[in-house]
């Protein structure tokens, strides 16, 4: 089983900074990573993926892989009230499909 | 909309009822799950189908049990639950050759057990 750890939070930043969400996965191997959001009371949502060859920007969202260490970082540019939500880290299984989660932390961005 | 539909959104059943949830995926995928989400908990993976087989099944009590008659169509049938069971259940599919792009999930049915 591939393990994922997040830090619980909450992570509060205010309106306009950086947020950066760190996950930390146990098999050096993994290849695939991805970030779900999860609004209160609502299902999570797929923002980014990225695959061990290198990071991905998409518009105010970056996901960064750092092969040495193990972990996967988020950031989020210019956070909004909005952005504030529970984000999922998710690692391809074994099975290469099935995702293993971690806990997810949750943000707030405060006006 | 993300392809995944679920019904009912929301269930509130007795413990001697026996009721099911439906999961439906229009994206031709051919993985499907059911997690269950408990209130301020991390999601918990209950069942995986591939190509309609039941390839993990995570220590899921018996009362809670699974159908995928094909790849669109995933049940979780129901019947004597407890309070505790209350959570929001959440299918989710994905395609098993390009797993790399992640799993798609529904709405959720928000199941509540008196």
């Known amino acids: 089983q591939k393990e994922v750890e997040q830090n619980s939070g909450p992570l509060s930043v205010p309106e306009g900074a950086i947020a950066s969400l760190n996950c930390t996965y146990s098999?050096?191997?993994?290849?695939?990573f991805f970030w779900y959001r999860q609004y209160s009371g609502k299902s999570p949502e797929l923002i980014m993926f990225i695959y061990s060859n290198g990071d991905k920007e998409d518009g105010r969202f970056t996901a960064q892989l750092n092969k040495a260490s193990q972990y996967v970082s988020l950031l989020i540019r210019d956070s909004q009230p909005s952005d504030s939500a529970t984000y999922l880290c998710?690692?391809?299984?074994?099975?290469?499909?099935?995702?293993?989660f971690g806990k997810g932390t949750s943000l707030l961005v405060t006006p | 909309e993300t392809g995944v539909t679920q019904t009912p959104r929301h269930l509130v059943m007795g413990m001697t009822n026996k009721k099911s949830l439906k999961c439906e995926q229009h994206l031709g995928h051919n993985a499907m799950y059911w997690y269950k989400q408990s209130a301020k908990k991390p999601l918990e993976l209950m069942f995986v189908?591939?190509?309609?087989?039941?390839?993990e099944n995570n220590s899921v009590p018996s009362r809670f049990s699974p159908e995928c008659p094909n790849s669109s169509h995933l049940f979780l049938h129901l019947h004597t639950l407890q309070p505790e069971d209350s959570a929001l259940y959440l299918c989710a599919s994905s395609q098993v050759e390009t797993g790399e792009i992640g799993q798609f999930f529904g709405p959720g049915t928000r199941l509540t057990v008196l």
């Open positions: 998710a690692v391809l299984g074994d099975s290469g499909y099935a995702l293993n």
């Open positions: 098999d050096r191997g993994s290849q695939s």
């Open positions: 189908y591939n190509f309609k087989e039941q390839t």
